[in-house]
């Protein structure tokens, strides 16, 4: 452990799934440095979630539609303050960026490679480019990022850059920190329906790339499920094509003004829809679930395995080696194919 008080710059300016993915790696690196400033430059999008961890003292918003704002807001944190060690674990190019005009003792980041291909020749394109790879930073890692390579795990790039600076690590499993705000209105809603055990099933606009065989097959699955335990649907908060057909068949729900409301007259039996549930909210649905299912939901997944829950991905064949390089490092995971679905419905 390192005594005097240390500053710490991370950026993860990307998705909820993302940051959510890496939460375990920033749990590391505050363990530590427990007397550390941790400022955090993160996205609009994952600040909902990100706000809830006290392990972070700072947060700077990336206004990915303004920036020059965002770096006027936030010039002394950018640009006066010396970091004893900055991390770039979202792989974005504004980070990259400010990345090279932040002060710091130490510049730690994932190098990602591709291999291209044009008229015949092969060439590699890395992002930072290698040249400024080894200008600007100390510590880094490289990932292939070749989907046929089913070695690379990010969690396992992640953790191993952290090790390249002599950081112990105590776990490597997901961490995530609920919302208390909304585990009030958890348990009346489970208090007044459930009291029983529940599958939860998130849907959400990745169902509208599926083709309407895909939406049939997990609609059996649904029904199938229900005949043993209680089915919980979950939706994001953008709509989707897809969506009506699971209304038209399901008791649906709709959150508003602290309370849930009866969004069309189907009869409560088995399994019930609730739709646009809030960000905070859903997680407390996630945690006290039987099993979760999602077509590889970043929120789902990484929440999922931070409490042990077993998970259950359904995704296309052709995405699982992209996808395999997401799952947790401790996970009770399990993936089917949306192409194998209807023969292993009954393995649910």
């Not at 991905?313 to 399990?334: H, S, T």
Request: glycine fraction near 2%.
């Amino acid at each position: 452990m390192y005594p005097e008080k240390r500053k710490i710059i991370i950026f993860k300016t990307d998705g909820l799934g993302d940051f959510l993915h890496l939460a375990g790696c920033i749990k590391t690196i505050r363990e530590n440095f427990l007397n550390a400033h941790i400022t955090l430059v993160c996205s609009s999008t994952n600040y909902q979630l990100a706000k809830n961890y006290p392990m972070i003292n700072t947060f700077i918003i990336i206004d990915k539609f303004n920036f020059l704002k965002t770096l006027l807001i936030n010039f002394k944190s950018f640009f006066s303050i010396r970091y004893d060690y900055l991390f770039i674990l979202d792989a974005k190019k504004r980070s990259f960026k400010l990345a090279y005009l932040v002060k710091s003792k130490n510049k730690n980041t994932i190098c990602f490679v591709k291999q291209k291909k044009i008229l015949g020749f092969n060439y590699q394109l890395s992002r930072p480019s290698k040249i400024i790879l080894k200008i600007f930073f100390n510590n880094f890692v490289l990932s292939d990022e070749n989907y046929l390579n089913t070695e690379v795990v990010y969690q396992n790039l992640y953790f191993k850059l952290l090790t390249q600076i002599d950081l112990k690590i105590n776990s490597k499993q997901n961490f995530f920190i609920l919302d208390p705000e909304y585990k009030k209105i958890f348990n009346s809603f489970y208090n007044k329906f459930l009291k029983k055990e529940y599958y939860l099933i998130h849907i959400d606009n990745r169902w509208d790339k599926y083709n309407l065989k895909d939406i049939t097959n997990t609609l059996n699955l649904i029904k199938i499920i229900s005949k043993k335990k209680f089915v919980i649907i979950t939706t994001g908060v953008a709509s989707f094509n897809f969506l009506k057909e699971f209304e038209n068949k399901f008791p649906t729900y709709k959150f508003l003004d602290n309370c849930f409301h009866e969004n069309n007259s189907l009869k409560f039996n088995n399994v019930c829809l609730i739709k646009f549930m809030p960000l905070n909210l859903l997680p407390y649905f996630i945690i006290n679930s039987k099993k979760n299912i999602s077509s590889h939901t970043g929120l789902i997944v990484n929440i999922s395995s931070a409490f042990n829950i077993e998970i259950v991905d359904i995704i296309k064949k052709d995405k699982f080696n992209e996808l395999g390089r997401w799952i947790p490092l401790v996970a009770n995971y399990k993936r089917v194919s949306f192409e194998n679905l209807e023969h292993q419905i009954n393995d649910f």
